[in-house]
C-alpha cells in the first residue's frame, strides 16, 4: 500500500505515476488480450506461454532457473511443468556435468507451439502499431526499451540483472573496437591485424546498418560500457543466413551471465526476424565464448585455417538452426 502524502508533498507524484502505470496495464492487457483463456489463439495459459518462451529462449535451462527468471512461486512451476511434459511439450535430461540437475528443452511439439504463439504474438503487436505513423510507432519502441531497461537494472532483489542491455548508440562502435583491441592484445597478443579487423566490422556495420535486418547490443554496468555483440547478415551472402558478431565480455563483468544473455539476444532477434540460421566464426582458445555457444545450441561445423590475425590460426564456424 502507498503512504498517504504527509502534507509535504513527497508522496502525491508517486502516486500519480503508480496510477499512470495501472492505466497502461490495464490498457494493455485488455488491448493485447491477456485476459483471454488461451494465450495467443492458443491452448496455453499465460504462465505456459511465458515457459515455453523462456524454454526456445534458454535450452537446458532448469526449473530453478525459470522460477528466477520469471519470479514464480517453485511449486507451481513443479505443478506446470509436470502438465507439460505430460502432453508432450517439455523434455528432461540429467545434466552431464552434474547429474544431479535436471535439464529442460522443448520438444518438437514444443518447438511447434513456441511458433505458434511467437507468430501470433508479433501479429497481435504488429496491429496494434500499424495505425500509428512510423515516428510514433518508433517513440512507443524507445519508450517501452527504455522502460524495461531501467526496471532491470533498478536493483531491487526480484530477478534484476546487475546490468543492463541497449542497442547501440554514438560513439559505442568506436568503444567496440578499442575493447576488442586492448583485451585480445593483452590475453591472446593479437596485434594491430586483428584490431583493424574489428575495426572494418564495426565500420561495415555503422554504414549499411538496416535496423530490420540486424542489431548491435551493449551491456553496461554502473554506466560503464563492458559488453558487446551484434547480428548481421552472413558475410558469405547466403539468403536467410545471420551472422553473430564482436561478442566481448569485459574480464570486470565476467561471472554475471552478460555474455550468454548477449548471445540469447542475438538468437531471439535472428527467429524474430525469421532468418533459418546462425552462424559465427571464433578461436578455440576462447574457452568461455565456446561454451556459451554449446550451452545455447550451436554445433561446430568446420574448421578452417586462416591469416586474418597475422601469423596462421585455425579459426572455427559454429551453426546453429533457427
Known sequence: MIPQADGSGVTAPLERRVATIRRFTRFYTRVIGLLREGMHESPFTLTEARIVYELAKSPDATATDLVRGLGLDAGYVSRVLRGMRKRGLVETRRSPEDRRRTLLRLSPDGHEAFTQIDRVSGREVARLLEPLTAEDQERVARSLDAAREI??????????????????????????VQAHGELYADLMGWGAFFEALVADIASRFLRDFDPDTERCWIAERDGQRVGSVMVVRAETGEEGVAQLRLL??????????????????????????????????????LDAARGIYETEGFTLIREEPHHLFGPARVGQIWDLPL
Open 248 to 285: 566481448l565480455v569485459d574480464p570486470s563483468a565476467r561471472g554475471l551471465g552478460i555474455g550468454r544473455r548477449l548471445v540469447q539476444e542475438c538468437v531471439r532477434f535472428a527467429r524474430q526476424r525469421a532468418y533459418r540460421r546462425m552462424v559465427l566464426h571464433t578461436d578455440p582458445a
Open 151 to 176: 526496471l532491470e537494472s533498478s536493483g531491487d532483489g526480484k530477478g534484476s540483472a546487475p546490468y543492463l542491455l541497449r542497442t547501440h548508440g554514438p560513439g559505442d562502435l568506436g568503444w567496440v
